[in-house]
């Protein structure tokens, strides 16, 4: 305030010097002391003065300046009310008394009186007097605005028209106005009143206050919630909810609680201290500008939070600013306690923020613009009371004191403005300071452009050398390409201004586009206006622009009754147009989060122009994220897409597939879809884990149908295992004969059976059939004789089954009829015969039925009786079993008569299996041995004979003989009992189809016992 | 035209053969069936004079009394296992008795015998006699009995 103080006098001290110039030298001298500080000195000159000249308005006024520069306001204003009372016309007087009476600390007391005093002398001024007007009216301003009244003051410079005022005067009041515009901001830092509370509240808030200060903020908020509802401007309840809800971690309502409450308390530090803490936390990019700011406020109203600056670091690294950040780090550093404790932090965001620097290039050279020293500020504003002058005529004069200015401060741009606008020209010193200083050449070039359009600017001039007026514009074209060149923010912007004055549209547009793009650009709305003026408006349909301009305004119900077309019902053949207010209408059913709205709309359009862009791209993403289920009618549209590379459509396609149980299929959209979707489509992890599901699922599908085809593999492998098993289990009757000898006699009477009563008797006329002779008349015998009285093949199975069950007698398991060679075989071609006989039709081979009986299946089953058993015995085997049954007797105590032995050869072979015939011969001697012991001449006697019998064939004959001279018949062996002695012999003997033999002996011997078989003619196999 | 078709007398202790026979040969041939030697005997003296006789070999079906044994006696109080032996050659026994006693008509012995010096001596023994195998046709049986016919004729 001093310094403004300092200015206005200066005025009325410029304003004094061209009368100086007629006064006498002591008037200069106290002129030019006051300049040069010396005040005192110059009070006393002045004073001198008026002993001289009592009662000269003008020494009045500059004592009176003079003694308001020194602080004696009380003398100051008894001076210059004595210069207003002495000349009430000398206004700069009253200007002064309102400059000086601007710092008194009765000025707020005092404001009416001051006021009125000067508006009094406001409308006493002649109305020529426009630049006294103006001059009073610029410090009635300043006096309003020392008095706290902004508005008034704003009022007051809103009074003074452009028009009527000088360069000067115009760039005094603009300065004003950025004065207030500072005030202003600064009275928002000025806290609402708070409402009146009852006692009560008062005591809820502190309990809840104690809840919160009990760690217990979740109680506090419970209780302070309702102070908070019921008081909204009441600070207390707000600070404290605030801090619950930060401490609950509900960052978001913290934040929204405490930017209410820094509007309702801006001095609130701690308020802002949250807030900045908060949105540096948890509030991301998006806040962290806010963040930043609030921040500032904290340490604005607290800088003993210095911590905060390694918060702001953060903040500014967030935000891009390395420097910024660098700076803060810096600003951390210098307190020794924090630098310590955090300096691994710090050095981490140091490094962080060099590394971006570096990544960054070299940032814009930043030119310190110098601080114009106080003699220049007082040279300009010398000049400036000269230049406000209604006469002008020391116009050379202010200009030798603003070249005094710039030769203090070649940068000072307002001194080097005053002189443009005096002169028309601009100092090289002026440009050469400012060349490394981008937005001071903007500031300058700003400058210049207003002070050309202002009414005593001269035309033009050129600078620095004389000649011809160079138009403002083309002046300081250099200067703000130099600031493009050094990256100043605004300086596109600066030059698409200067490009559209000069014609040059695509330039312009191409500074626009870069600015708009640029960091921060600043005067964003402006752009705008300017590209308006350079593009030519779009051939947009204006009911689309006013649906998108209702959406941008949060109103979609009107967006949608802008377009007036309806997705329900759209038209039936509509236009290019309708089918876009579809699209549009789509877009406001995404807006409302209405899917299937939107994938009608969208359907609809795409109806009207099937192959829509924009409809297919919209529908497709629309699709992505609607229900899977809903996707079904807009498939057709979709697989357009997916055709044209909308990866959307690949991931709604393959939803939709996998929502229809068509998971191969899916896949396949799915690998479409994350082989073309971009590396940050939010769908990409949705549709990973989709892929994996479905290969999982198509995994265990897969072990699952191995796993089945595994247990059928294995089930169908049991069950031919089963078939096999059934089919060929047990033995065929050869396989059998040959494993357990002791089966020969049931085989044999079996193939006997077969032989005699199935192929002799009845199969054999099958012949007549294969004999022309016979074939006529013979075929219902024949089919009699193979079916009657039951059918041969029957009979057949019926002495089979006869036989295994024989053979499981003795362990032995023989195959089922149908898999037996021989028996099957030989069923089979019966059955055959029989089938054709029984149906008396088709084709039958009856000579090949019967070769094959006669040749084939007889042969077979006389070669089964060539297996059976053969016993060769000599007379080593006949002594060892004579050694065995003499062991056996002396053991049992029984005594023992040693046998003779007569055998007809070297050795004979029976039909008999080796363990038949041994019993059959211990048995047969055993006997004879019993019955030798009745005779007196004990004897026995062991024979083994070759003959033939009574039919011619040959037989073998094993024959025990004793000396007993009890007669013994074979009746009355057959009449013994089972199971001992020559019962045994006689069972086996039949067993093995021979026959026992008692026949008499020559002495010594009575009689011999024996038994017969008929031997094999045949030699045996191999 | 029946009196003169040539008769055979079929020896067995069944009816298989006279039945095959007369079904299947019956237009050309007669044939009376004889269960045991005894009642061959008796057709043998009995009106016509056949042409030949068809012998089994086995008569287990016939009663005991009927049976003959190596010497052509009946056979008396045989245990089993002499009936056995007895009657699973019973068709030589006879028609060694009838040889015996002088009758020679020809004969044919059906069974399967694979003793070849059996059967010559069967041949030799009992002739004429044709041993037929359970395996032969019936044409071939046909041209046997026709051969033997034609010889009566």
Excluded at chain 1, 653 to 661: F, I, K, Q, T, V
Excluded at chain 1, 772 to 794: G, I, Q
Excluded at chain 2, 92 to 99: N, V
Aim: charged share 30%; proline share 6%.
């Amino acid at each position: 305030m001093r310094q403004l103080a300092l200015a206005v006098a200066l005025v009325t001290v410029a304003f004094s010097l061209p009368a100086a110039a007629r006064r006498p030298k002591a008037y200069q001298r106290a002129v030019e002391l006051f300049w040069q500080g010396k005040v005192e000195e110059a009070v006393a000159l002045y004073r001198q003065q008026l002993e001289r000249t009592p009662g000269d308005a003008a020494l009045l006024t500059d004592l009176g300046l003079a003694l308001g520069k020194l602080g004696r306001t009380a003398e100051a204003e008894r001076e210059l009310r004595r210069a207003i009372a002495k000349e009430p016309g000398r206004w700069y007087a009253y200007a002064n008394l309102a400059e000086v009476l601007a710092q008194d600390e009765a000025r707020f007391v005092r404001h009416d009186e001051i006021a009125g005093l000067l508006t009094d002398a406001l409308l006493q001024l002649p109305p020529k007097a426009s630049v006294a007007r103006a001059g009073l009216t610029l410090s009635l301003a300043r006096f309003e605005r020392a008095t706290g009244r902004a508005h008034e003051a704003r009022g007051w410079l809103d009074s003074l028209p452009d028009e009527e005022l000088n360069a000067v005067q115009r760039d005094g009041k603009a300065r004003l106005y950025d004065a207030l515009a500072a005030d202003e901001r600064a009275r928002a830092l000025e806290d609402w009143p708070e409402p009146e509370v009852s006692a009560k509240d008062r005591a809820t808030l502190a309990e809840a206050e104690r809840l919160y200060a009990a760690a217990l903020p979740a109680e506090a908020l419970r209780a302070v919630d309702p102070l908070a509802r019921a008081h909204p401007t009441w600070r207390g309840p707000r600070w404290l909810r605030a801090r619950s809800l930060h401490s609950l971690r509900f960052v978001d309502e913290a934040a929204r609680e405490l930017s209410v409450l820094v509007r309702l308390a801006p001095s609130h530090g701690e308020a802002w201290r949250l807030l900045g803490e908060v949105l540096a936390s948890d509030g991301g990019l998006l806040e962290a500008d806010r963040a930043d700011e609030a921040l500032r406020q904290a340490l604005a109203l607290e800088p003993a939070w210095v911590e905060l600056w390694l918060l702001r670091a953060r903040v500014a690294l967030r935000r891009g600013r390395p420097a910024d950040a660098l700076r803060f780090v810096d600003r951390v550093r210098k307190d020794p306690v924090l630098a310590h404790e955090k300096e691994v932090e710090l050095s981490a965001l140091g490094r962080q923020a060099r590394a971006r620097l570096e990544a960054a290039g070299a940032p814009p050279a930043q030119h310190a613009r110098a601080e114009p020293s106080a003699e220049a500020r007082e040279l300009l504003r010398r000049a400036q009371e000269i230049l406000a002058r209604p006469d002008r005529a020391d116009d050379a004069q202010a200009g030798e004191l603003l070249e005094q200015a710039l030769l203090s401060a070649p940068a000072f741009l307002e001194a080097a403005g005053t002189l443009y606008s005096l002169t028309g020209e601009v100092r090289r010193a002026t440009l050469a300071a400012l060349w490394d200083d981008g937005p001071a050449l903007l500031d300058f070039a700003g400058q210049i452009e207003r002070l050309a359009k202002a009414p005593r600017a001269p035309p033009s001039v050129a600078a620095p050398s004389p000649g011809q007026p160079i138009p403002a514009a083309q002046l300081v074209r250099p200067w703000v390409e130099r600031a493009v060149e050094l990256g100043a923010p605004e300086a596109r912007f600066a030059r698409a201004r200067l490009e559209v004055q000069s014609g040059d549209r695509p330039g312009a547009l191409r500074d626009l586009v870069e600015y708009v793009a640029s960091p921060q650009p600043q005067r964003l709305a402006e752009a705008k206006e300017l590209r308006a003026a350079l593009t030519p408006p779009p051939r947009a349909d204006p009911a689309q622009v006013q649906a998108l301009l209702k959406l941008v305004e949060d109103k979609p119900t009107e967006a949608q009754g802008e377009l007036l077309v309806r997705c329900e019902r759209p038209p039936r053949a509509g236009s290019e147009q309708d089918a876009a207010r579809l699209t549009a209408l789509g877009r406001i059913a995404e807006f409302n989060g209405d899917l299937p709205a939107a994938l009608l709309c969208h359907a609809a359009a795409l109806k009207l122009q099937p192959h829509a862009g924009e409809a297919l791209v919209r529908l497709a993403k629309v699709a992505a994220r609607s229900e899977a289920q809903a996707l079904a009618p807009v498939r057709p549209q979709l697989e357009e897409a997916s055709a044209l590379g909308i990866s959307a459509a690949d991931w709604a396609l393959a939803r939709d597939l996998d929502a229809s149980g068509r998971p191969s299929e899916a896949l396949a959209k799915l690998d479409r879809f994350l082989g073309r979707a971009a590396a940050d489509d939010p769908a990409r992890k949705l549709a990973s884990s989709a892929r994996a599901r479905i290969l999982g699922a198509r995994d265990v599908e897969r072990r699952e149908s191995q796993r089945r085809l595994l247990v059928a593999s294995a089930a169908a492998a049991l069950c031919l295992l089963a078939l096999l098993l059934v089919l060929f289990h047990g033995s065929t009757v050869e396989g059998a004969l040959r494993k357990r000898a002791g089966l020969f006699p049931a085989v044999a009477r079996a193939v006997a059976e077969i032989r005699h009563d199935v192929i002799k008797h009845r199969a054999s006329v099958l012949s007549a059939l294969a004999d022309p002779a016979f074939a006529a008349e013979a075929r219902d015998d024949v089919a009699r004789s193979l079916l009657s009285p039951e059918p041969t093949s029957e009979v057949v199975a019926a002495i089979y089954e006869k036989l295994r069950l024989a053979a499981r007698a003795q362990g032995v398991t023989l195959r089922r009829l149908g898999r037996e060679p021989t028996f099957g075989a030989l069923a089979r071609d019966l059955r055959r015969a029989e089938e054709w006989l029984r149906k008396g039709r088709g084709r039958f081979d009856a000579a090949r039925a019967d070769s094959r009986l006669r040749e084939i299946h007889s042969e077979k089953l006389g070669a089964l009786l060539r297996l059976g058993p053969r016993t060769r015995l000599d007379a080593p085997a006949i002594t060892s079993w004579i050694r065995d049954v003499e062991a056996e007797l002396r053991q049992g105590g029984s005594s023992w008569t040693s046998p003779a032995l007569q055998l007809a050869g070297m050795e004979v072979e029976f039909p008999v299996e080796r363990a038949a015939l041994s019993t059959i011969f211990a048995n047969l001697l055993r006997n004879a041995q019993a019955a030798a012991q009745e005779a007196g001449d004990k004897r026995v006697v062991v024979r083994l004979a070759e003959e033939r019998d009574a039919a011619g064939r040959r037989v073998v004959t094993l024959l025990v003989g004793d000396s007993s001279p009890r007669a013994l018949t074979l009746e009355a062996i057959e009449s013994r009992e089972s199971g001992r002695g020559l019962a045994i012999v006689r069972d086996l003997t039949r067993e093995w189809h021979g026959h026992l033999v008692v026949r008499p002996e020559a002495g010594p011997w009575t009689k011999s016992v024996g038994a017969c078989f008929v031997a094999l003619q045949i030699e045996r196999p191999a | 035209m029946s009196a003169r078709k040539p008769l055979f007398i079929v020896g067995e202790d069944g009816t298989e053969y006279l039945d095959r026979f007369q079904r299947f040969l019956g237009a050309e041939f007669r044939f009376l069936r004889a269960p045991s030697l005894g009642a061959l005997v008796g057709l043998l003296g009995d009106g016509d004079a056949p042409a030949g006789l068809v012998l089994d070999l086995d008569f287990r079906r016939t009663p005991l009394a009927d049976l003959v044994d190596e010497s052509g006696d009946r056979l008396h109080d045989a245990g089993d296992g002499e009936r056995r032996r007895v009657t699973a050659v019973q068709g030589l026994l006879i028609l060694r008795a009838l040889r015996a006693r002088g009758v020679l008509l020809p004969a044919l012995l059906c069974t399967d015998i694979d003793d070849p010096h059996q059967l010559a001596q069967i041949e030799l023994e009992l002739a004429p006699i044709s041993v037929v195998p359970s395996s032969e046709s019936l044409p071939r049986l046909v041209a046997r009995l026709r051969a033997i016919a034609s010889r009566q004729g």
